[in-house]
């Protein structure tokens, strides 16, 4: 078999061969480029589809925290539930400690507000922390259900969130392992 050489006796890539490379190289490149791509929108579709779910989990798992630590010797009109707010007690000697979960509608947010007040007088009470839970809120509904079997209350809240294309709803009840006394 004979070799071709070059006029100067050096060897080499002929043009045809360089342009089959580079284009089977484009290729290549284009289709890994076109694969990332595609995986990146659907973790990004994916996120916005399990951001509104993330948030109602954490907001579920703030109340049901609070909510099991609530004050043993509260009276049932200590725990307040009324549409987009509810207030419960938690232990603090010489003082209720209150937690309030509530909505700010113009904001759009889930907020926990931890204040504390007197026992003795009707001094006002002393806000300790305030922390938004979830943002991107649509509505939010808290009912308080008084339970006979077994006896005590529940806590129940409603939350609905931002997505696209309509809010997205979820429900959770918290059981009041302290029921308060009449």
């Known amino acids: 078999m004979t070799t071709l050489k070059s006029p100067t ?14 284009s089977i ?3 290549v490149v284009a ?17 916005a589809a399990l951001s509104p779910l993330r948030n109602a989990r954490y907001v579920f798992a703030a109340l049901t925290a609070d909510a099991r630590s609530l004050y043993g010797g509260s009276q049932a009109g200590d725990i307040v539930c009324a549409e987009e707010d509810c207030r419960f007690p938690l232990r603090r000697k010489g003082a209720k400690l209150f937690h309030a979960h509530y909505f700010v509608n113009r904001k759009r947010q889930f907020i926990r507000e931890t204040f504390w007040k ?16 979830c943002d991107d809120v649509y509505k ?3 009912v308080l259900e008084q339970k006979s079997s077994p006896p005590g209350a529940m ?3 409603s939350l609905e969130l931002e997505n ?4 997205v709803r979820y429900e959770n009840g ?9």
């Open 9 to 22: 006796g050096r060897g080499g890539f002929t043009l045809l061969e360089l342009l089959i490379a580079l």
């Open 155 to 157: 806590i129940k809240l």
């Open 164 to 167: 696209k294309p309509e809010p």
């Open 118 to 133: 007197e026992m003795a007088g009707n001094a006002a009470p002393e806000h300790l922390e305030q922390r938004v839970l």
């Open 25 to 27: 190289g484009s290729i």
């Open 174 to 182: 918290v059981l009041l392992e302290t029921p308060p006394r009449e």
């Open 140 to 142: 939010v509904f808290f």
């Open 31 to 47: 289709a890994v480029y076109g694969a990332f791509h595609t995986a990146i929108k659907a973790k990004e579709r994916t996120d």
